[in-house]
């Protein structure tokens, strides 16, 4: 049942605490493939090419997909491969990933994929690095065959990955001689995925361009993007940022709460322990007893912004101004792909400026 008198999920700081950027305000959207009961993987892949070209209608900037193993919940295990998918059925739109989780690659194997994405669809390809494994210890020993890196050798490989794509490895580097093939005539947007200070000055430090997980915790400092600006280098080629914000927008406020349900039976699942195994349900597949405990579980959560597309649209805006970032990434749990992008077109028609 609705709830009125929740918060629509984020602080409202205050305008003084930072500013945006100069820039039109953009959308892009996250997707983790979400497995619903009854649903093929296949059947999912193939409403994730839809919701590409559903929102490079509706004016979305980009599309990223995730990395996730070891789970039967999400279809999203190898996200290069899908990007290439959606590139192939889409015009405009940026495809990436959001992200690689980097413990797993090589450094010249992200590089040459990333390149050959690139040559195929040149200016559409954004690389999204992640420094989290993307799911359990089991399948990190698993992927890596039992050498799981530490989160320094992690950041040495980001940088070894970096400096490959782009040919700026020093002289002295081992891997120095090394020729990335094909190149591309535009290369791939490179991205660091973070949720923390500390993430944000080694983005900046690194000339990456920053993306900030929000739906993660459902709180972001609102200075984190001027934290993350004040470590870019002077003539830094970067200094892009987004933050990703989980939403559930609909015509009414029970329409709204009655998808969030999605969500918010997944996530009071993980808190269990147990979603590394079950799947996500449709509303009607939750039973009545567990619709209580998750509604009263969303009543309290932060992290998933639910109300009207006036309501959740106002929010989006005001984050945006507050946090300074002129780029909000949505995610959001809904089964239909029809409904999930009559939502994210709805909030484009309010939040983005006219074209």
């Not at 050798?153 to 002289?171: F, M, R």
Request: with cysteine; proline share 6%; glycine share 10%.
């Amino acid at each position: 049942m609705p709830r009125p008198g929740r918060t629509l999920g984020l602080r409202q700081p205050t305008p003084s605490d930072t500013t945006v950027p100069g820039g039109p305000m953009k959308l892009s959207a996250l997707e983790q493939i979400p497995l619903f009961a009854g649903r093929s993987p296949r059947e999912v892949i193939g409403q994730l090419v839809r919701l590409g070209q559903g929102i490079e209608g509706a004016g979305f900037d980009r599309l990223w997909i995730a990395e996730h193993h070891n789970t039967s919940a999400f279809v999203s295990s190898a996200p290069d491969l899908l990007m290439m998918h959606v590139l192939d059925a889409t015009e405009r739109i940026h495809v990436g990933s959001g992200g690689v989780m980097a413990m797993h690659y090589g450094s010249l194997q992200m590089a040459e994929r990333f390149a050959t994405l690139a040559t195929l669809h040149p200016g559409r390809v954004d690389m999204g690095l992640g420094r989290a494994p993307g799911g359990d210890m089991l399948a990190a020993h698993a992927l890596n065959q039992n050498r799981v890196l530490d989160p320094d050798s992690i950041n040495v490989l980001i940088e070894e990955t970096k400096g490959l794509l782009l040919d700026e490895l020093p002289a002295t580097h081992p891997y120095a001689g090394i020729t990335v093939s094909p190149r591309p005539s535009v290369m791939p947007e490179m991205w660091l995925l973070g949720s923390s200070g500390q993430s944000a000055a080694w983005a900046g430090e690194h000339d990456l361009n920053y993306a900030y997980a929000q739906f993660f915790t459902g709180h972001q400092d609102p200075r984190v993007m001027e934290h993350y600006r004040a470590h870019l280098p002077e003539g830094a080629t970067s200094g892009q940022a987004l933050s990703a914000l989980c939403v559930s927008a609909a015509a009414t406020r029970e329409e709204a709460w009655e998808q969030a349900l999605v969500a918010g039976d997944f996530r009071l699942t993980l808190r269990t322990g147990r979603g590394s195994t079950e799947g996500f349900r449709t509303p009607d597949q939750i039973p009545a007893e567990r619709r209580e405990q998750v509604e009263s579980y969303l009543a309290q959560d932060t992290s998933v912004i639910i109300g009207t597309y006036d309501e959740v649209a106002e929010v989006i805006s005001s984050f945006a101004a507050n946090h300074g970032t002129e780029e909000i990434m949505l995610i959001s749990y809904i089964d239909d792909v029809e409904a999930k992008i009559r939502q994210y077109r709805e909030l484009a028609h309010r939040v983005l400026p006219t074209r």
